[in-house]
């Protein structure tokens, strides 16, 4: 064994990985099980890896109530997109003033961006902030806005790379041959910012795509569900899925297959970011050592 | 001298664009950072819609009173600190020896592949992680009651009403879900100490041991250092998500898994006890304030270029 183990280190190595691996696949793997297996297999033997009997039909049970998965489903689009752009505009235009050297008043702006990350109001605060002065309870924009458009770390880490990669000569020689600021920022410093561009436009997309806080505290009304709040409140409670607001009618016998459509729910929910992630997982990678190295 | 300040004034002017510009982000930061800052204030009071926020009576530190004197104070405290400091401690751990491992894959694409799936939990919603949960252990259908249990002879035991195992349940949720983020800056760390280094430990007949307690570990200890002091900063702050989703939200399990963050959200949304909840939450704003600043100066001590300020 010893003699083996000094030989072939490599592939007890490899070995421990794929157990690695396994642990962090498997559950995937017992939720899609879950999601194609007959209902009554479920109530008899539990979820398993290997089911006994095979049945689609939590997704036939799920594509006759479409119409509350896709709404769910484009709202959690429409608001990764508009989102992401927004948080992308709004942040670059407060991190470029700042990145110049010139800038009046540079410092104290710094500080009033950075100070955000040291200290919060809290939940409470927040909430109140929300609700009783802007009145967003059950209001789309409550799942844009707060907490997430505009956050210092990617502030900071915007200026950062505009401060070290931008040549101020380039910005000079468009001044003096009198590009206005707006011209410069837009036409010169953004195409020159691609990499942190699109690594902070990822996280935010992935952040958009994954939030549930918000839609969990500001919205009760079902129609303006994100996928995401849909699945939060499927799993807090189940009997959500035969009540009207989800299926359309009342379904006094609830004869749903409730274990099995709730796991083909989650399995619809998570298969884009699996399928995203190999695409974007380079850039992902990249900007997580970035912000660590930097933060 | 004079000639730069005459400059600087006369350009003021030509910065009103620059100056347009972060008025959004102000606005944006005035309103969702700074007034919360000081919307704290209303954990002195007493708070009634009918008179609204500003009009309500002071209380002075009446809601402290209620929240300190009730066991609630002490558990959320404990739990908080326990779990994440338990958190900070085996992620660490964990981390650094994957990296480690991971570093001595000798084929490329196996071992970016190994960190690709690695990093894939750090990249679901805490939401999904509660149906992965589920899935496992689910008192009537879970995997682990029905399949595993039954294996070697057990019977089915009821985890969501049952306190005791949760600390165990969520530190393993923690760990699978957040280290491979860890895993992933530590590795970005050691792949990044120069070869020769080792190449002259192998001459000089190093094993792979030594090599790695007196080359790898002092090399990438800084990033360790910071990594966890950072952490340590934030150790007043729970991961909502994990508590609330992965417990399903379950009353019966709240002894060992109610935190700071999850107390002020019930207060907040399920009992409407507005002063308890702000109260609560001030005192972690409060604490958590500290601890970030104390932790940002043992870290400037150690590496001021890693320091936040």
């Not at chain 2, 694409?109 to 949960?133: D, E, T």
């Not at chain 2, 039954?150 to 969501?160: L, R, S």
Request: hydrophobic content about 50%; aromatic content about 16%; proline content about 3%.
């Amino acid at each position: 064994m010893t003699i083996k183990r000094r030989k072939n280190p490599q592939i007890l190595l490899n070995v421990f990985f794929m157990l690695i691996v396994c642990a962090c696949i498997i559950p995937f793997v017992l939720l899609f099980m879950a999601s194609i297996t007959d209902e009554n297999t479920i109530i008899k033997y539990g979820y398993s890896l290997f089911p006994k009997k095979v049945s689609s039909y939590a997704y036939e049970y799920l594509a006759t109530n479409k119409d509350s998965i896709f709404r769910a489903y484009g709202i959690t689009v429409i608001i990764t997109i508009v989102g992401t752009f927004a948080s992308l505009l709004i942040m670059s235009m407060l991190a470029y003033p700042i990145s110049r050297k010139d800038m009046p008043f540079r410092k104290s702006m710094t500080f009033f961006v950075f100070f955000t990350m040291l200290m919060n109001g809290g939940l409470v605060p927040t909430y109140l902030v929300y609700t009783r002065l802007f009145n967003l309870k059950n209001n789309i924009l409550a799942l844009l806005i707060p907490m997430l458009l505009v956050r210092a770390f990617y502030v900071l880490l915007m200026r950062t790379f505009f401060a070290t990669t931008i040549p101020d000569s380039i910005i000079e020689s468009a001044n003096i041959d009198g590009a206005s600021e707006w011209l410069i920022f837009f036409k010169i410093v953004l195409p020159l910012s691609y990499p942190v561009m699109a690594t902070v436009g990822l996280f935010q997309a992935v952040n958009y795509w994954n939030d549930w806080f918000n839609g969990m505290i500001f919205i009760t009304d079902s129609k303006l569900y994100s996928i995401q709040n849909l699945l939060n409140r499927i799993l807090l409670d189940i009997q959500f899925l035969s009540t009207s607001q989800f299926s359309g009618t009342y379904d006094f016998t609830s004869n749903i297959p409730k274990e099995s459509v709730r796991m083909a729910l989650a399995v619809i929910g998570v298969v884009p970011i699996l399928l995203a992630y190999p695409f974007f997982q380079k850039y992902f990678v990249k900007g997580l050592t970035i912000g660590a190295v930097k933060g | 001298m004079e000639y730069v300040s005459i400059k600087k004034k006369r350009n003021y002017k030509k910065y009103y664009p620059l100056f347009l510009m972060m008025l959004p982000g102000v606005i944006y930061l005035l309103f969702n950072n700074y007034l919360p800052m000081l919307g704290i204030v209303i954990a002195f009071k007493d708070i009634d819609f009918a008179k609204g926020i500003l009009l309500s009576d002071w209380v002075g530190f009446r809601n402290f009173e209620f929240l300190f004197r009730t066991a609630d104070a002490l558990i959320i405290t404990r739990n908080t600190l326990l779990y994440n400091g338990s958190f900070i401690i085996i992620n660490l751990v964990a981390a650094v020896g994957i990296a480690i491992l991971l570093n001595e894959i000798r084929n490329n694409y196996l071992a970016r592949f190994y960190q690709s799936v690695i990093l894939l939990p750090f990249l679901i919603s805490m939401v999904i992680v509660g149906y992965l949960v589920f899935s496992l252990l689910s008192m009537e259908t879970g995997l682990i009651n029905n399949t595993i249990l039954p294996m070697i002879g057990m019977e089915g035991i009821q985890w969501y009403s049952e306190p005791k195992y949760w600390p165990f349940i969520l530190t393993i949720v923690n760990i699978w879900k957040n280290t491979g983020y860890l895993c992933v800056v530590y590795y970005a760390t050691i792949i990044g100490i120069d070869s020769e280094y080792y190449e002259a430990a192998e001459i000089d007949g190093a094993s792979k041991w030594q090599q790695i307690t007196k080359i790898t570990i002092p090399l990438i200890k800084q990033v360790i250092i910071v990594m966890t002091l950072l952490q340590i900063g934030r150790i007043f702050y729970a991961d909502f998500g994990l508590f609330y989703q992965v417990t399903l939200n379950a009353g019966a399990l709240q002894s060992t898994t109610n935190v700071i963050d999850t107390y002020v959200y019930r207060a907040l949304m399920n009992m409407g006890d507005i002063g308890m909840a702000s109260a609560a939450g001030l005192y972690q704003s409060i604490v958590g304030f500290i601890l970030v600043i104390g932790s940002n100066l043992v870290v400037r001590k150690i590496d001021s270029e890693s320091a936040l300020f």
